[in-house]
């Protein structure tokens, strides 16, 4: 893994220096990328390089509007999937009784439960002030949220970010880096 970083890392600062690319993530996940780097291996001095390349920033949040629609539809939503996790808690207890479970099956069923109940509740929408944080930032600077996450592309969607999926991010970053190559040479 440590390979891995110091190649995108030389692969930002090469389209920065060349370019003049920017690369933003906000303060929480920071956090958790140095966190899962260090994890998996990364060595302490790749990610301190990595992150001289990647500009670390919170969106303004006093100073940035958004259109009041996108909280009145969030509410919308929220309100839908609360009947619906309530509908299937509702749902898993008149099974548990019909059955007459005993204990060994009431725990599987507890999972199931909870299976079903994260995913009514938080499939599709965003669900933590750090998913809402990054998708303010990339609407402050006009910027590309690189993410996978569906409830972030839905907001971006909303409020006219661009996404790109991070697969696809690597794959534009390594043609950028080859054109770049070859116009060095020429």
Known sequence: ??????????L?????????????VTNSIAKEMKNYMLANGVEESTINEFFMWVTVKMPEKLSIKIPAVIF?????????????ALKISEDFIKKAYDLNYDEKNISEL????????????????????????AVLLSYELKGVLVTNDEGMRKVSEIMGVITIDPLAFLENLRRLMI????????
Do not use: C, W
Not at 1 to 10: A, E, G, H, P, W
Not at 72 to 84: A, V
Not at 111 to 122: G, I, N, Q, S, V
């Open 179 to 186: 054109y770049l190559n070859n116009e060095e040479k020429t």
């Open 72 to 84: 009145s539809e969030y509410l919308k939503e929220m309100r839908m999937r609360e009947i619906k």
């Open 12 to 24: 930002i600062s090469k389209l920065k220096l060349s370019l003049g690319v920017s690369f933003f």
């Open 110 to 133: 507890i999972h199931d439960l909870r299976e079903k109940f994260r995913e009514a509740m938080r499939k599709g929408i965003i669900d933590s002030p750090e998913d809402f944080d």
């Open 1 to 10: 893994m440590n390979d891995v970083i110091i190649k995108l890392t030389q």
